[in-house]
């Protein structure tokens, strides 16, 4: 089954670290982009990070660049984000997505679930 | 970064209805466009990437158009399981960014 599994999500207070992770099966995970996105309670979607097939090239949001470390494991088909001092407002539901491309055209053709992180004291 | 603003930010619609969002850029992002679909507590699905290609397994009541820095996405019928919330996504740059959204409710 094609699918993407978020895990890793909870309580973390600010300042602390979260390590997300991401399972994917049912397709060549060293074939694609992979990325990260949230959602904040009551907001839109915001791309967070993601990283190219063989971990050359990564691209970090300004909101969390120098917080956060994306990594990706081809062997185990797994995706990782690493998240360091923690705020309120990286408080949200992250999801794990599959980067598809058309020539140069890249876009998010796959979604997990979605793990809730809650950053709070 | 580029910013993408949608119109409206919210609408009412009936079953059948014709639907059309709006998404305009800061800048051109030529067709480098996609829509996204977001149901409360499912995953998000992509509609259309490269602004008017209709993804694999979308119905063909969803329809893209535009380049440059504006674009649409329109619903030709609007059915029950299409009240949800629409995002457009630039991939122009490498600094992707989403609309803020707009949110399709029933009338």
């Known amino acids: 089954q094609v699918q993407l599994v978020e895990s890793g999500g909870g309580l973390v207070r600010p300042g602390g670290s979260l390590k997300l992770s991401c399972a994917a099966s049912?397709?060549?995970?060293?074939?694609?982009?992979m990325g990260w996105i949230r959602q904040a309670p009551g907001k839109g979607l915001e791309l967070v990070s993601y990283?190219?097939?063989?971990?050359?090239?990564?691209k970090d949001a300004d909101s969390v660049r120098g917080r956060v470390l994306i990594s990706r494991d081809n062997a185990k088909k797994s995706l990782h984000l690493q998240m360091d001092n923690l705020r309120v407002d990286d408080t949200a539901v992250y999801y794990c997505?599959?980067?598809?491309?058309?020539?140069?055209?890249?876009?998010?053709?796959?979604w997990g679930q979605g793990t809730l992180v809650t950053v709070s004291s | 970064d580029i910013q993408m603003t949608q119109s409206p930010s919210s609408l009412s619609a009936s079953v059948g209805d014709r639907v059309t969002i709006t998404c305009r850029a800061s800048?051109?992002?030529?067709?480098?466009l996609n829509w996204y679909q977001h149901q409360p507590g499912k995953a998000p699905k992509l509609l259309i990437f490269?602004?008017?290609n209709l993804q694999s397994g979308i119905p063909s009541r969803f329809s893209g158009s535009g380049s440059g820095a504006v674009f649409t996405l329109t619903i030709s019928s609007l059915q029950p399981e299409d009240f949800a919330t629409y995002y457009c996504?630039?991939?122009?740059?490498?600094?992707?960014?989403f609309g803020q959204g707009t949110r399709v409710e029933v009338k």
């Open positions: 049912g397709f060549i995970f060293s074939d694609h982009y």
């Open positions: 800048q051109s992002v030529d067709t480098y």
């Open positions: 990283i190219s097939t063989e971990s050359g090239f990564t």
């Open positions: 997505g599959r980067l598809a491309q058309a020539g140069s055209h890249f876009s998010f053709d796959l």
């Open positions: 490269a602004a008017s």
């Open positions: 996504q630039q991939g122009y740059t490498t600094s992707w960014t």
